[in-house]
């Protein structure tokens, strides 16, 4: 029996990765935040057999999930054929809530692409690059691949990131992260948990026929070559203009989708005008984005980190349902288990 057992953080992108081309390949380069301490934990125990998986969620028996992760193990075989001679017992858990509406898929396919390279490493005898797990993980969900790099991960191939490519993600350089960018934290505001009412899958789809997806990317690209002078350069004033037209492009793009839908809701419509106005009023940098539904995240300094939680408290969590914010600092998040 071998096994094998990681840690893979969420993120919450900078730069919008919306719309694919090919074999889930970006259509435009994007950069996430690495959400250190929200991750998913996953173990992976496998003995001889013929190549089945069976996944247990938080220790229960999950058949939902298992044809998401038996495709992804018949996706590696080409490479790694020993799979076929095993069967897999996969145990994953996440450190936030299960409800609570944030993105699983990425730290999912994250810790899952991790686990797999270290068993072919075990097996084979022959270790796999990390872009080459990155890849894997692109596979299972386009986003994962950046959750593997901190505290920025970059996907997508753009000329003023080198080595960026677009089958796998890269870490931003650190001596390229001005100090003001080095110590972030976000809250994230659980507006509503379980199922959205369009998947991202679907979403990226209606990019193909989208009128403004070509402008989209276009934009995205410019925003991807500003942003990387405003993280050497330490300018908060025009990261956070950046970041937030980013967000509401997104949720714009779906509103222009056809059939067009909306993810946001009043509650965070309501976030987003507090936050501004408490912007306004305290001169904080505090920076809203979103991913795509309804929760809002609250990037910032982690120096005002007691100021934010007491808008939070004081202002925002009414709005939040069941009262659940997240919080989570901007960090490396991958961690082996089985040492
Ligand atoms: O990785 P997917 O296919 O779930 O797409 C996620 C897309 C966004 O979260 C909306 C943006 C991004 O770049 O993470």
Redesign the pocket.
């Known amino acids: 029996m071998y096994v094998s057992a990681f840690r893979c953080p969420s993120?919450?992108?900078l730069?919008?990765?919306?719309g694919?081309k090919g074999l889930?390949l970006?259509a435009n380069a994007?950069i996430?935040f690495t959400l250190r301490d929200l991750y998913t934990e996953t173990s992976i125990e496998s003995t001889s057999g013929s190549g089945m998986a069976e996944v247990y969620v938080e220790g229960q028996r999950n058949q939902a999930f298992d044809a998401k992760v038996q495709a992804f193990f018949d996706r590696q075989q080409a490479t790694m054929p020993w799979i076929r001679g095993f069967n897999f017992r996969v145990d994953t858990r996440n450190n936030f809530p299960h409800s609570s509406g944030i993105?699983s898929?990425?730290s999912g396919m994250g810790a899952l692409a991790l686990c797999t390279a270290d068993l072919h490493r075990q097996i084979s005898g022959e270790t796999i690059p990390m872009e080459s797990v990155s890849s894997m993980a692109r596979l299972g969900?386009?986003?994962?691949c950046?959750s593997l790099f901190g505290p920025l991960g970059v996907?997508g191939e753009h000329p003023d990131y080198p080595g960026s490519s677009d089958t796998y993600a890269v870490a931003y350089p650190e001596a390229k992260l001005h100090t003001e960018f080095r110590n972030w934290e976000d809250a994230v505001l659980i507006v509503e948990s379980g199922r959205k009412a369009v998947s991202?899958?679907a979403?990226?789809k209606l990019l193909d026929a989208h009128p403004y997806a070509a402008a989209r990317y276009a934009t995205a690209n410019e925003n991807m070559h500003r942003l990387r002078k405003i993280l050497s350069a330490g300018d908060i004033h025009a990261f956070t203009a950046l970041v937030e037209s980013e967000a509401l492009q997104?949720h714009a793009m779906m509103m222009c989708s056809m059939p067009y839908y909306l993810l946001m809701k009043p509650a965070s419509l309501e976030i987003i005008n507090r936050v501004w106005l408490f912007r306004e009023q305290s001169g904080l940098p505090l920076v809203i984005t979103?991913?795509?539904?309804a929760n809002v995240h609250v990037l910032y300094p982690a120096q005002y980190r007691s100021q934010v939680h007491d808008l939070i408290n004081n202002s925002l969590v009414s709005f939040c349902e069941n009262g659940v914010y997240l919080c989570s600092s901007i960090g490396e998040g991958v961690l082996q288990l089985n040492q």
């Open positions: 993120n919450i992108a730069v919008k990765y919306w694919k889930q970006p994007s996430s993105a898929s990425a969900s386009g986003s994962a950046r996907w991202s899958s979403g990226h997104l979103l991913d795509a539904g």
